[in-house]
């Protein structure tokens, strides 16, 4: 051990941030790498349109899955052990993937994967309220997702790439190529980050997490950052629809103002640390972030009733997405904090929930965009941004 203690990564240094923040990406890298394969898979697997489209609803399934396991037992059994066999799981299956024959091997592929990067997206967020605590613990985790926020930024042009120039199991194999060194990196440099004697002292992990769904702080938290969720997964859903077939603008159009969203959210999450770190409270960088995400998505909804153009409209949402990007990292401080001895099992229903939110922003803008066009949109944005605001309300001294 004493051999290997040399290779350990310090906590405080920006590489260990990059690990967690990447383990915290590989849901969000496996879904946006792979989103240009899924109209060359009925062909290429022989297939229906409806199972390629499943491929993606399957990995969503195991990555729910995947957090609320890995979370609980990482409390009870430590981040190391789970983290690891989450890696693995999540290399492995990506190999499946990448060998898949049928449209059935890649939905049970596509399920194990989602579970393995789930485990170790809820490690990422547990290890970071293992090792620090107070503004430490909130500024490591605002840069932790400003890394996981930049994946959306150059995700999904690497896999037209791929795709492009060497297939569809192309992206398979580089995930799992990825898998693999992140394995090999934990394997050697990052050692247990859960204290069992703090743990000792402040309740057994394996109690569950029944005391949490008593919390009412924890839940009122944990909902405004999913109502905050579904705000952006509104536009997720909805953009490619209205921008290109609605709006008739080109790919390359849609392309460049999903990577401009994609850096506002960047950037909010970045200045969120900032913020952190020249002592701006918790409290007034959640309430000046929704207020003003709700301001822009009221703005918004008024402007598309209208029919305003989208000179109009792309400003506000690179706003909309600034603030959510101020907003999650304190949301999730605020949520996690005080389950500190429970982290994994606090930072998987934070997780879940947020999954939930997104799920039904998707739903709404689903059903309503055939009758809505863009308001189909901007209108449950709005609304969620309103519920968000009202839910939260900061824990008493």
């Not at 952190?276 to 402007?303: C, E, K, M, Y």
Request: proline letters at 5%; charged letters at 10%; one cysteine or more.
């Amino acid at each position: 051990m004493t051999g290997l203690q040399s290779f350990h990564v310090a906590p405080t240094s920006f590489v260990f941030t990059i690990l967690l923040g990447l383990f915290a990406a590989l849901p969000a890298l496996s879904i946006d790498l792979s989103a240009p394969t899924l109209p060359l898979l009925p062909r290429v697997l022989q297939t229906t349109v409806t199972i390629a489209g499943l491929t993606l609803s399957f990995f969503m399934v195991g990555f729910a899955l995947g957090q609320l396991g890995a979370g609980k037992l990482s409390d009870a059994r430590g981040r190391r052990p789970v983290l690891l066999a989450g890696l693995a799981c999540f290399t492995l299956s990506g190999i499946a993937c990448s060998l898949s024959q049928s449209g059935i091997e890649l939905l049970a592929s596509r399920c194990l994967q989602g579970f393995g990067a789930g485990s170790c997206a809820v490690i990422s967020f547990a290890v970071v309220q293992d090792l620090f605590e107070g503004e430490a613990a909130r500024t490591k985790r605002a840069y932790v997702a400003t890394v996981l926020s930049a994946v959306p930024v150059l995700a999904p042009a690497l896999g037209s790439v791929l795709v492009d120039q060497f297939g569809w199991r192309s992206v398979h194999v580089v995930l799992a190529a990825g898998g693999t060194v992140l394995l090999a990196v934990v394997g050697l440099c990052v050692p247990e980050s859960r204290r069992r004697q703090r743990d000792a002292q402040h309740g057994s992990p394996g109690d569950g997490p029944r005391s949490l769904w008593n919390d009412r702080v924890f839940l009122r938290t944990a909902l405004a950052n999913a109502l905050s969720y579904g705000v952006i997964f509104s536009y997720i859903a909805g953009s490619p629809i209205v921008i290109i077939r609605q709006m008739g603008y080109s790919q390359a159009v849609f392309a460049a103002v999903f990577a401009c969203t994609a850096v506002a959210l960047t950037l909010g999450a970045a200045s969120s640390g900032m913020l952190a770190r020249r002592g701006t409270s918790t409290a007034t960088a959640i309430r000046g972030g929704l207020i003003v995400s709700v301001a822009a998505t009221l703005a918004l909804a008024a402007f598309g009733l209208t029919g305003v153009s989208a000179a109009i409209i792309v400003p506000l949402l690179l706003v909309v997405l600034f603030c959510r990007g101020i907003v999650v990292p304190n949301l999730q401080h605020v949520a996690i904090t005080r389950w500190s001895e429970r982290a994994g099992t606090a930072s998987a229903l934070v997780g879940v929930s947020q999954l939930l939110g997104g799920a039904l922003a998707s739903v709404v803008v689903a059903a309503l965009l055939p009758y809505l066009r863009l308001n189909a949109v901007l209108v449950p944005m709005a609304m969620l941004a309103v519920a968000a605001w009202l839910t939260w309300r900061p824990p008493r001294p």
